[in-house]
């Protein structure tokens, strides 16, 4: 099984609540090209940091922006950013937190969702670019790591470039 299927039960698992107050929080005033290039690095940073082996997308409007493929990445994380980006462009919210309103309910997004599960995954990693009086414009997504944890690197890299 893929680490992207199952995330660890721990106490550090984050709530439906507090995924939702990430997105509410982490909202762009713009996001340029530029944005895209400077996020997109800070986040290769991180992963080099860790010496975690992820591939990074960036999208907008449809338009990939970004995408990088570090070492120890494969074909499959290339698969598993555009299903977990779907569901943010479907859903308008982070793949996890999608998941996360699946499993809160007692059920699963595979189960439930009535969607492809080779199309869409709502597994951690993809986070939504949200511009402040606009709405979702795109998805910025990892892959490579157990969902949550992809999930954590891009909001932490979300909140370096947001200044939190």
């Not at 991180?46 to 449809?62: M, N």
């Not at 990693?125 to 979702?136: E, K, L, N, Q």
Request: aromatic content about 8%; cysteine-free.
């Amino acid at each position: 099984m893929s680490p992207e299927a199952s995330a660890p039960k721990t106490p550090t698992t984050p709530t439906v609540e507090e995924l939702e107050e990430q997105e509410r929080r982490l909202v762009f005033r713009r996001f340029t090209n530029d944005d895209a290039w400077a996020l997109g690095s800070l986040l290769v940073e991180l992963a080099r940091e860790r010496q975690a082996p992820v591939a990074i997308d960036i999208h907008r409007a449809g338009r990939q922006l970004f995408r990088a493929a570090l070492p120890g990445s494969t074909p499959d994380n290339d698969a598993w950013i555009d299903r977990k980006r779907r569901v943010v462009e479907r859903y308008g919210s982070a793949s996890y937190l999608v998941g996360s309103r699946f499993r809160a309910k007692g059920t699963t997004f595979e189960e439930s969702s009535r969607l492809d599960p080779d199309t869409y995954a709502a597994h951690g990693g993809s986070f939504p670019v949200t511009v402040a009086d606009v709405g979702v414009v795109g998805a910025v997504t990892v892959s490579g790591l157990p969902q949550v944890e992809d999930h954590r690197l891009v909001v932490e890299a979300l909140e370096r470039f947001l200044g939190e």
